[in-house]
Structures are given as structure tokens and as C-alpha cells.
């Protein structure tokens, strides 16, 4: 079975690299063998963005690298037809992104059939552009493999029946692998000097958000009064915006707010074990926040992942400074525990059903 994994942004990486890991386990171990080649599309491109994931989670290195990054979903498809139309017998697509889409399409002009990893989300926000991508490139998968019971109901409330598997998450499987990992070899607290348990955690890079000054500048002033340091790693998208605004600049430059680059995915979840609560608007940070226990105040105004509002480890602000501050002064840690995200071997589970089916 050929497949090609079409991926080109940071949380993709992350997905990928944990089912990549479970295809190599899968081979070591069955006469089934899977050929994965990966075609990166580019989209994301920075060190700090993109190797540095392929690097320390031993993603297999692309076989095609394309240049999209600045390119329209119909342009990125156009690139990927010939490549997909001779060397896959199936497309895996994850998530949300222009990439996804551009696959899908891609796909869709081929003939090939659709894995789609994380299917069945919605935030239900029909100016979110990821909302658009992931409803149609479900349209277009034949296997969907859903991380929660809410996503198999969104998928059954379109009309898609057949092809659903709710596996859980493939994130979570990411996060418990390379958590271990980071307890033994990130050295991100001291280098940044902290104290476990004595900073924020934030990230800030959403479309919604940073296409409008005045929500990022809402969220700095909140920033700036919260009692602890807050460690920012800025996504270079919200580092051009913040940069182009002289009054995004000073707020951003108030004494507890740390700027610093992003960071890699082991630093990232030592930072995020270690935070007393995460503010985000980062679809995956949320749940991670929830993998590690921590409480996570989301500046956004809705969310596709539920669960965490429902039980208590997640709270819905938007961009609103009174709001963000007045979530973090309520602060509690709930004693629910979400179950559905599964036990870590969602990735196994979709490589099983993946070979029953395709053969
Ligand atoms: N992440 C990371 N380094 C950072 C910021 C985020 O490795 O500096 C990881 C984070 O742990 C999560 C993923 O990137 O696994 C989330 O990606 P992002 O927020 O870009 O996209 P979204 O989840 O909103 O689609």
C-alpha cells in the first residue's frame, strides 16, 4: 500500500510524526507492508516552524518539498496533482489547513482515496477559513478517523455515514510520548529561567485574532496584568503584526510578558507541564493543556473541542481583556477527566483499521 502524507504546517508535523512512528512499528512487525513518502507543500517554512519537528520527532524527511507558502489552495493542488497521480494509493491528509484542502483536491482530481486524520471537528464559525477546509475535505474522505464522540456526531449531522472510526487522538498520543521525553532532556525552564509553577504559558497566532489589531492589543493589556510572568513564543504571523504596530509594540514590551521565539515540540510540552494555566487560541494547545492538567483560558470564541469547556478545563473568553483577567483570577482545577481523547494508542488503532480496509 503507497501512501502519500500530504502535510505543510507546524500541527501537522506533530500528527504525522506520531503516525509515522506507528507505521514503522506496523512494518517491523506484519507482512502488510505500508510505504509512506511524505510531500511537504511548504507552507510553513521557518527552522523554528518546520525541521525542527522533522529533526527531534523523526519525521521521515519529505520525498517532495514544494514552495507554497505563499500560494492559494488551488495553486498548492495544481502542484500536488502529478505527484499523487503516480506514486499513491492513498491520501493522508490531517487537520484544517490550506495543505489539507489543497490535498483533498488534489485527491478528489486523481481519484485516490482520502485518509483524514482528526475528521468530524467544527467550531461552527463559517468566517474561520480551517472551518471551510475541514468540511470539505470530510465531503471528500473515505476514511474518517474522528478524535471525539462530538466529532462522529458532526460528521452523521452532514450526512456522511460510512467510513467513520472514533480512535481518539493522535495528539494525545504525541504529547504522552514526547512529555516522557522532555522530563529527561528539555532544559527549557532553565534556560529561560523559570520556576516550575511560577509562570503562564501563552500562544497567539489565529487568523481571527490577528487580523485584527485591537483583539491582540485586548489580549496584551490583559497579559500585562496578570501576577506571574507570561512566556509568549510568538508564531511569526502574530511577530509581523505585532511588529508593524508601534501600539502593539509597547504593550507587548510590558515587564512580565517574555517574547521569544517558538519553540520545539518536547520544549513546548515541558513549558506547557509546567505552567499554572495556558491562554491560547490554538485549537491544539487547548487540549494539551488538558493533557497535562493544566487549567487553559482560550481567547477565542468558540471552540471544536468541547469536552474541555463541559468539564471545567477550559474557558471561553474571546479577545477581551476584562474577561481574560477575570478567567484567570476563577481559576480552578476540576477533578473531571475527559476519556475519549483515548490511552495513547489512537495512532496504532488508525494503522489496524487503515489495513483491514485497504486490503
Ligand atoms: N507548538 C510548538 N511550539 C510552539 C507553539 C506551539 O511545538 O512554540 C505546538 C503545540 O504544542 C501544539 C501545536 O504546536 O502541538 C499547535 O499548533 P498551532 O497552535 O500552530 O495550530 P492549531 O493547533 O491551532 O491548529
Redesign the pocket.
Known sequence: MRIITIIG???QF?KAAIVSYAIRQHNAQSSIQIEERILHTGQHYDYNMSQVFFDQMQIPAPTWHLACNDQTVEQMRDAIVPIIDQHADYILLY??TNSTLAGALAATQCNIPIIHIEAGLRSFNPQMAEEHNRIETDKRSTLLFCPTYTAVANLQREGITKGIYMVGDV?YDASLLFTEQASKTSDILSRLNLTPRQYLLA?I??AETTCDAEKVANILRAFAQMPYPIIL?L?PRTRKVVAASEVLTDLAHADNIHIIE????VD??WL?EQAICILTD????QK?AYFHRVPCITMREETEWVETIETGWNTLVGADTQKIVSAFQNLSIPSTIITEYGDGKASTKIIKILCQNAY
Open positions: 504546517a507546524r500541527p506533530i487537520g484544517d495528539m500562544t497566532h489565529r513564543p508564531h517558538s519553540v520545539s515540540y513546548m510540552q506547557e490554538s485549537g491544539g494547545v494539551e
